[in-house]
């Protein structure tokens, strides 16, 4: 997200999941906005990495080039992810924005979305790189997992990883082992915080609560007693990496406050499936 004069913004992607939610709080908040619509993105499944990462930092820089190119815009909020902080073996429970995944730690682990992971880590740091050499104002936002409802036709990966207990898709229950989470509203709102706050520099995380797999498998039986949600005796043999709770401490000392808890991220996600025909 980029920002020229202040009442003008532009997103990119405009059909994905958080940028439609975060064009419809601008244009609430009175903002005009252009944006960028693309197919619907994929995670890199099958492809080999080096194609995955050429299309993520190609099409950021290309961005970023545009936007210094222009002389207008004044700031850039930058959506990078949680995979760009998480992944780096060293067993720290709390991250903050000063950890990197480790892009040999994620290819050794063979992960499902390693490429996504990879891809978005080279990608954040690209970013910066190229705004420090060019003096441009870039902000990073790193979130945590993003839950809730969505505008776009179909389910954002973020959303089915965290209803996967819902859904009984197995293959994702190794991602859900210590989730952070954040409600997409309270993404939507942290991008044009940053957009605004005239101090904002560097990353910021972006993450409300951390749920571990026995705490989401507690919670969502006694919440949603109509979907056949795992035991915790079905869960004990689940394997997978644990993600680190992520800090939003730098977030939230430069005033931004978070509105939704894990209750309206699971409520909000469940009742927009349903409404949309996918639950």
Not at 240 to 251: A, H, T, V
């Amino acid at each position: 997200m980029t920002a020229e004069l202040l009442d003008k913004g532009n997103s990119s992607g405009g059909a994905g999941f958080v940028a439609s939610w975060l064009i419809m709080k601008l244009l609430e908040q009175g903002y005009s906005v252009n944006t960028t619509v693309r197919p619907h993105p994929d995670f890199g499944n099958g492809e080999p990495e080096e194609v995955v990462i050429q299309r993520a930092t190609d099409g950021t820089l290309g961005i970023l080039k545009a936007c210094l190119n222009s002389k207008t815009v004044k700031r850039v909020v930058l959506t990078s992810s949680a995979s760009a902080v998480a992944f780096n073996g060293s067993g720290v429970e709390m991250m903050d924005e000063a950890y990197w995944s480790d892009v040999d730690y994620i290819r050794a682990s063979n992960l499902l979305l390693g490429p996504y992971f990879v891809s978005k880590t080279l990608m954040e740091k690209r970013a910066l790189e190229f705004a420090q050499e060019h003096g441009l104002d870039l902000v990073t936002l790193t979130p945590a997992y993003i839950h809730g409802p969505f505008i776009c036709p179909n389910m954002p990966f973020s959303v089915h990883i965290s209803l996967a207990m819902v859904l009984g898709d197995r293959e994702q229950y190794g991602l859900l082992i210590n989730a952070p989470m954040v409600h997409i509203d309270d993404v939507a709102r942290a991008h044009i915080f940053l957009l605004e706050y005239p101090e904002a520099k560097g990353r910021y995380i972006c993450s409300k609560d951390t749920i571990t797999i026995e705490e989401m498998s507690e919670f969502l039986s006694a919440k949603y007693p109509e979907y056949s949600i795992p035991t915790l005796e079905y869960l004990k043999d689940v394997e997978g990496l644990k993600i680190p709770s992520l800090s939003s401490k730098k977030l939230l000392d430069s005033g931004f406050k978070f509105r939704y808890g894990l209750e309206d991220m699971f409520d909000g996600a469940i009742q927009c499936c349903k409404e949309k025909g996918l639950l």
